[in-house]
């Protein structure tokens, strides 16, 4: 059989995205035996069910990983953000969460996490564009931080965040981004690769995106029997040259112990941030690699 061929597409369907991320998440179950997740959402709604605020994120290893948090323009400075972050602080630590992490840009939040007793563990400088940063921060919890959530500040938990939620929250964040930097939101685009066969099975994946002047490799997986034959690496090359066509600096990712820590590294990637027993018993990498001269 010939090797499979890697194929690109921006906008895949969603079977696709469903074989590389089940993929990962098989590899990661088996490695870690870790099988619980949560996927959480804590909103701000006011009368006419309008949604004016919200934090969006997931449990897993034992660690609250927040992915978007959002209050409205006209709600800001009322503590909002603070509410959001308590409540789901609570539930992380009502299903035994040891911590939390999260990542904000030198335009965003970070004075209000460090606030809230966060940290930051690792730093991407000029991202997503030259003049601005990106901070990675955590936080291990005990009781002298517990965050505890008010009872009178109008904020729901919804287990399954409907597709609105997702949508209204994510296009918040993204349009203060646009604002803060003046960056237009054509810069960021999807980034897909994908292994196919001459059967047209998908085999493999790269899943990606490009923001600003950097690509991120969110999820690289290569079915078992395929792996060792440098399709991991075609994948990434193809993801790369991309990124490079479109005028790209730099790639970056994050990875695990249990994961592919030495195929990164002998690709040209080097850590910049490590934090250690995340998942729990494990520990969490990040790595990034310079594409072009700047």
């Not at 179950?29 to 605020?53: K, S």
């Not at 079915?223 to 490079?244: C, F, K, T, V, Y």
Request: hydrophobic share 40%; with cysteine; proline share 4%.
């Amino acid at each position: 059989m010939n090797p499979p061929k890697v194929i690109a597409n921006a906008d895949p369907p969603k079977e696709w995205i469903e074989v590389v991320t089940g993929g990962l998440h098989r590899h990661n179950t088996a490695a870690t035996h870790i099988v619980e997740y949560y996927q959480v959402a804590f909103v701000i709604r006011e009368d006419g069910n309008h949604i004016r605020g919200g934090l969006l994120g997931g449990l897993w290893g034992h660690w609250l990983h927040v992915w978007q948090l959002w209050v409205d323009r006209s709600l800001r400075g009322q503590g909002k953000g603070i509410e959001l972050m308590a409540s789901a602080e609570a539930y992380a630590r009502s299903k035994g969460c040891v911590g939390s992490f999260l990542q904000t840009g030198s335009f965003e939040a970070r004075p209000l996490y460090e606030k809230l007793g966060y940290r930051v563990w690792a730093t991407l400088k000029d991202h997503p564009i030259r003049g601005y940063d990106r901070f990675h921060m955590s936080k291990r919890y005990t009781e002298a931080n517990r965050l505890r959530p008010s009872s009178s500040v109008g904020i729901v938990f919804e287990p399954y965040a409907s597709k609105n939620v997702d949508e209204t929250v994510r296009r918040g964040v993204r349009t203060h981004a646009i604002a803060a930097i003046g960056m237009p939101e054509e810069m960021w685009s999807a980034a897909h690769f994908f292994l196919q066969n001459d059967d047209g099975e998908i085999v493999g994946g790269a899943l990606g995106n490009i923001w600003g002047d950097w690509y991120f490799l969110d999820i690289l997986w290569v079915d078992r029997p395929l792996r060792g034959q440098d399709n991991g690496g075609r994948l990434l090359a193809s993801a790369e040259q991309h990124a490079i066509a479109r005028g790209c600096r730099g790639a970056h990712l994050d990875t695990a112990s249990f994961q592919a820590r030495p195929f990164y590294e002998k690709l040209g990637y080097t850590v910049f941030g490590t934090l250690e027993d995340h998942p729990v018993g494990h520990t969490h990498y990040l790595l990034s690699k310079r594409l072009r001269a700047s």
